[in-house]
């Protein structure tokens, strides 16, 4: 049964790098028709995309955040990762990572998610 | 960007009663490979969200059958044949056809 897990950080300073790993278990990060991404929500507000990497390292971002985010893969430690930088009170949400098979088109596995709160 | 509206945002149901929700895309969500990569997710309360529907009516392993999808083009809708209590919480569509995929704003589910 593959699973994701979100780590890091909960609390980031204002104008500070957010930075969360994804850790993949049960299955291979490296294998053709899956891309991963993370997705965020905003306490009380619905979801946003930030982005996504496919097994051949190839990233798609939000054009809101592409300025700021970079997504990366480890495929050593199964482990997918997303850095956010000069952050502000308004980056402060639950961060999800999740797998999309090409096949199906939609996000059929997800982290728990973990809060990030951006504050002094 | 492809923008996804959802009607309505709040919808009070009687359990055991059908109950619909709409989602309607700015553009086509017909993709250049033929695929329609509409898709839906359930929120609970607490907890992360969860497909139910992809490609506009394909119900993914272990949804119950009570849900179903359909639409073509710009038009979608996820029907509950009969609400029950577990199917109370948020509901969003949601379009990977094209870069940067975007989400419906969300509709709550309520009991009434």
């Known amino acids: 049964q593959l699973q994701l897990q979100e780590s890091g950080p909960g609390l980031v300073k204002p104008s500070e790098t957010l930075s969360l790993t994804c850790t993949v278990s049960g299955g291979s990060i490296s294998i053709s028709g899956y891309s991963w991404g993370w997705i965020r929500q905003p306490p009380g507000k619905g979801l946003e995309w930030i982005g996504t990497i496919f097994y051949s390292g190839n990233t798609y971002y939000n054009p809101s955040l592409e300025s700021r985010v970079t997504i990366s893969v480890d495929t050593s430690k199964n482990q997918f990762s997303l850095k956010l930088n000069s952050v502000t009170a308004a980056d402060t949400a639950v961060y999800y990572c999740?797998?999309?098979?090409?096949?199906?088109?939609?996000?059929?596995?997800w982290g728990q998610g973990t809060l990030v709160t951006v504050s002094s | 960007d492809i923008v996804m509206t959802q009607t309505p945002l709040s919808s009070p149901v009687t359990l055991g009663q059908p109950a619909s929700i709409s989602c309607r895309s700015s553009?086509?969500?017909?993709?250049?490979?033929?695929?329609?990569?509409l898709s839906w997710l359930q929120q609970r309360p607490g907890q992360p969200p969860r497909l139910l529907i992809y490609k506009i009516s394909n119900r993914f392993s272990g949804v119950p059958d009570r849900f179903s999808g359909g639409g073509t083009g710009t038009d979608f809708t996820l029907k509950f044949s009969r609400v029950e209590a577990e199917d109370v919480g948020l509901y969003y569509c949601m379009q990977a056809t094209q870069f940067p995929y975007t989400f419906g704003q969300g509709t709550k589910l309520e009991v009434k």
């Open positions: 553009q086509s969500l017909v993709h250049s490979d033929g695929n329609t990569y």
């Open positions: 999740a797998r999309r098979p090409w096949v199906l088109g939609g996000h059929d596995q």
